[in-house]
């Protein structure tokens, strides 16, 4: 996959971290000095104090922290966050909550994860073409809920 790079923007930021040897996604943690409490229905952006650098055929998507979102309704609002391999500004987060009780978020709490993918620039060949037909397969144009 490569080299990827994180400069930390300020001292308290904490490089994305595994929290098991079989995790995907790496944690992020919030770097806000005060507390905020996100009240139900609230969209709020948290700052995480880095700034990343990948291959071209990588980027990171911002996904939720599952137990967050069950435990309190706290979701990635936009998920998944995209961040292309050409962005060197700070990695944000923008926190929604979609439950029915405030909940406060403090420096330091994991607030979402990182996970990196393959990602296609169109640099190894791709080649859009347009055309009247596509080939057939057995699932055809079944959509939502339609393999069961």
Do not use: W
């Amino acid at each position: 996959m490569g080299k990827i790079s994180f400069k930390r923007l300020c001292e308290d930021a904490k490089l994305p971290e595994r929290m098991t040897d079989g995790a995907a996604g790496f944690d992020l943690y919030n770097i806000n000095k005060e507390k905020v409490t996100l009240k139900p229905g609230q969209t709020r952006l948290f700052p995480t104090g880095l700034s990343i650098a990948m291959p071209k055929t990588v980027c990171a998507l911002i996904i939720p922290r599952s137990g967050l979102a069950l435990k309190h309704g706290i979701t990635v609002a936009n998920a998944p966050g995209l961040i292309d391999s050409d962005y060197r500004g700070e990695m944000s987060v923008i926190l929604a909550n979609i439950g029915t009780q405030d909940y406060t978020i403090e420096n330091g709490d994991r607030i979402a994860q990182l996970l990196f993918v393959g990602a296609i620039t169109g640099e190894e060949g791709i080649e859009f073409v347009e055309t009247d037909t596509l080939s057939t397969t057995d699932r055809g144009s079944g959509g939502f809920g339609s393999t069961g």
